[in-house]
């Protein structure tokens, strides 16, 4: 991203590959090898700047004329659904707001005071549904953000699910993290960790 650059970048490989490096992937070649004993790894070092963008303009609510690629992301998936509830809610909760960055704050801020975060939700195999999380509020960060992503689609707001790693001074280590990024018009793609209430 424009926040990150690869400071450098070593493969490994064996037997010997050929490698070749792209602004955006990395492609490893052998040539009449047994696949039972390749092996390879890749090494680097990333800077990482965080840059927090400033929303400062008023951005008018409801947003008018999305192009297909955002309208992407204001429909409904398996697990960020969209039902009657969700809708009533979200509109209850921005009703009259007529900036998009309040109205994307308001439905941040109401599933953060009113969804409790509780590993009992948190299964190998099963992430809860959004309807689920509003009708039960509670769930984990995954399902937090997604409950979140399904009241700003509701309301035609553009927004995507992220995961990376994060640390935590719960259990002192680096953990799974899933939060939330929304398109502001002439902003991009602005985080919104509601989990964490950032």
Same mark, same amino acid.
């Given at each position: 991203t424009a926040e990150q650059q690869v400071l450098n970048? $070593?493969?490994? %490989?064996?037997?010997? &590959?050929?490698?070749?490096?792209?602004?955006?992937?990395?492609?490893? !070649?052998?040539e009449n090898i047994n696949p039972d004993s390749v092996s390879y790894g890749i090494e680097s070092n990333v800077a990482v700047q965080n840059k927090i963008r400033k929303v400062v303009n008023k951005i008018d609510f409801p947003i008018n004329d999305l192009t297909?690629?955002?309208i992407e992301y204001?429909?409904?998936?398996?697990?960020?659904? #969209?039902?009657?509830?969700?809708?009533?809610?979200? &509109?209850? #909760?921005?009703?009259?707001?007529?900036?998009? $960055?309040?109205?994307?704050?308001?439905?941040?801020?109401w599933v953060r005071k009113n969804v409790k975060y509780d590993l009992n939700t948190l299964t190998? %195999?099963?992430?809860?549904? %959004? %309807?689920?999380?509003?009708?039960?509020? !509670?769930?984990?960060?995954?399902e937090i953000t997604n409950l979140f992503i399904s009241m700003a689609r509701s309301l035609g707001i553009p927004a995507r699910f992220v995961s990376g790693v994060v640390y935590s001074n719960v259990v002192y280590d680096f953990e799974n993290h899933g939060?939330?990024?929304v398109y502001l018009p002439e902003y991009g793609w602005v985080p919104f960790d509601v989990t964490f209430g950032q």
């Open positions: 970048l $070593y493969v490994n %490989s064996n037997p010997n &590959a050929t490698v070749n490096k792209g602004e955006t992937d990395i492609t490893i !070649e052998w297909p690629e955002l204001t429909k409904p998936t398996e697990f960020i659904d #969209i039902n009657q509830p969700i809708r009533e809610k979200a &509109a209850n #909760i921005v009703e009259g707001e007529t900036d998009l $960055y309040m109205a994307t704050y308001k439905l941040g801020d190998a %195999s099963v992430v809860q549904k %959004s %309807s689920w999380v509003l009708t039960n509020k !509670e769930g984990v960060c995954d939060w939330a990024e």
